[in-house]
């Protein structure tokens, strides 16, 4: 008997946020924005490698994968809008 194979739960949305989070981490006002989309991208990737990992063989390999990447972009623009919050706080950019 074959499970019929499923795209993982939040993994396009996990994508997305991640990818936004980056670019979104460079533009003046909308570094908290970019926080939250990373802290997000983050947190449905975790949930995502969980959920894989729990039901193997349920998810397709592109999803995992996909899920695997919003992860990973969600930790990098989580880190450059840290990086640019701190900068733009301390007037750094400014002078």
């Given at each position: ?58 998810y397709t390999a592109v999803s995992?994968k996909r899920a695997q990447r ?26």
């Open positions: 008997m074959k499970q019929d194979e499923k795209n993982l739960p939040l993994s396009l949305v996990c994508l997305i946020f991640g990818v936004l989070s980056i670019p979104l981490a460079f533009a003046g006002h909308l570094v908290s924005l970019a926080v939250v989309l990373g802290v997000l991208a983050v947190s449905f990737g975790f949930w995502g490698k969980r959920k894989a990992g729990r039901h193997l063989l349920r995992i919003g992860f990973r972009f969600g930790l990098i623009g989580t880190g450059c809008a840290v990086v640019m919050w701190v900068l733009w706080a301390s007037n750094v950019l400014l002078g």
